[in-house]
Nanobody, 114 residues
Framework: QVQLLESGGGLVQAGGSLRLSCAAS????????MGWYRQAPEMQRELVATVSRGGSTNYADSVKGRFTTSRDNAKNTVFLQMNNLKPEDTAVYYC????????WGKGTLVTVSS
């Protein structure tokens, strides 16, 4: 079992920045890809960014050039640096880890005001 705990969400004005963190605990030795998804009200959960154990990244087109994901394998932690935030980035952001099955955090709310 893997437990994921996100932190760093909050309220920010458009154009501002936030940094999300997600710490994994439990059976972390099996984790390969980690990343972030988000879900806005009445919308489906969507991919934001992923990062492999080796550091390869993948981003949704909507966040390319604004968001950066990274990870610290020694600390089993993944980060999401979000710059130039837009109101349409408002959502609950979920940390995710793949360790044979998908594991999810409980989510952290990011609200971007116009």
């Amino acid at each position: 079992q893997v437990q994921l705990l996100e932190s760093g969400g909050g309220l920010v004005q458009a154009g501002g920045s936030l940094r999300l963190s997600c710490a994994a605990s439990g059976s972390t030795f099996g984790i390969s890809t980690m990343g972030w998804y988000r879900q806005a009200p009445e919308m489906q959960r969507e991919l934001v960014a992923t990062v492999s154990r080796g550091g390869s990244t993948n981003y949704a087109d909507s966040v390319k050039g604004r968001f950066t994901t990274s990870r610290d394998n020694a600390k089993n932690t993944v980060f999401l640096q979000m710059n130039n935030l837009k109101p349409e980035d408002t959502a609950v952001y979920y940390c995710y880890a793949w360790a044979g099955i998908n594991y999810w955090g409980k989510g952290t709310l990011v609200t971007v005001s116009s």
